[in-house]
């Protein structure tokens, strides 16, 4: 089965840090990209960043760019996000997802999505 | 940034019913365009990729159109699981931005 499990979350005061990893299985991790997405209560999603397969091309968001820190190792199967100098703004249920692209020959194009959602996990960022 | 909205934010329906759901991006991504439904506690799931290829698994009764801006999501005989909250996705570039949602409930 396909399945990604986050973990790491927890209640962190502001400015303070933390460390989420996400565990793959049931599929070729290494050959895969992948990205982290939050939600905040009551909000609507928020991509995070991304990282290739081979870790040459990470993106990240404005809103956490120089705080936030994707990696992965493929050895073992996991993506991580090292977040640091937390704000109360980054409050959210964590999820990683794995980046899918299609190929289109009759477009000669790419297409991309995240076709399989890990269950999240819940940061808190409060003093 | 490529900002992504979507109407209405939410409706009511009655199982059986049709729906259309919007999504307009700021500014033309081709068929870059993906719709994924929610429910409450739980993980997003991909339900239409590029704008119109139905996800392996999903029932047939949804499906997808549009291109450049405007893009719909459509629900034929709506069933009980399909209350949720559905949001659009484009991944014509960085940073993916998702639509606000829209809230379906039941009538």
């Known amino acids: 089965e396909v399945q990604l499990v986050e973990s790491g979350g927890g209640l962190v005061q502001p400015g303070g840090s933390l460390r989420l990893s996400c565990a793959a299985s049931?599929?070729?991790?290494?050959?895969?990209?992948m990205n982290w997405v939050r939600q905040a209560p009551g909000k609507g999603l928020e991509w995070v960043s991304y990282i290739s397969s081979s870790t040459t091309i990470i993106y990240y968001a404005d809103s956490v760019m120089g705080r936030f820190t994707i990696s992965r190792d493929n050895a073992k199967n996991s993506v991580s996000l090292q977040m640091n100098s937390l704000r109360a703004e980054d409050t959210a249920v964590y999820y990683c997802?794995?980046?899918?692209?299609?190929?289109?020959?009759?477009?000669?194009?790419?297409?991309?999505?995240?076709?399989?959602w890990g269950r999240g996990t819940t940061v808190t960022v409060s003093s | 940034d490529i900002q992504m909205t979507q109407s209405p934010s939410s409706l009511s329906a009655s199982v059986g019913d049709r729906v259309t759901i919007t999504c307009r991006a700021s500014?033309?991504?081709?068929?870059?365009l993906n719709w994924y439904q929610q429910k409450p506690g739980k993980a997003p799931k991909l339900l239409i990729y590029?704008?119109?290829s139905l996800q392996s698994g999903v029932p047939s009764r949804f499906s997808g159109s549009g291109s450049g801006t405007d893009f719909t999501l459509t629900i034929t005989s709506l069933q009980p699981e399909d209350f949720a909250t559905y949001s659009c996705q484009q991944s014509y570039s960085t940073p993916y931005t998702f639509g606000p949602g829209a809230q379906l409930q039941i009538k």
């Open positions: 997802a794995r980046d899918r692209r299609l190929y289109s020959g009759s477009e000669d194009k790419y297409y991309y999505y995240m076709d399989v």
């Open positions: 500014q033309s991504i081709s068929r870059y």
């Open positions: 049931g599929f070729t991790f290494s050959t895969y990209s």
């Open positions: 590029a704008a119109s």
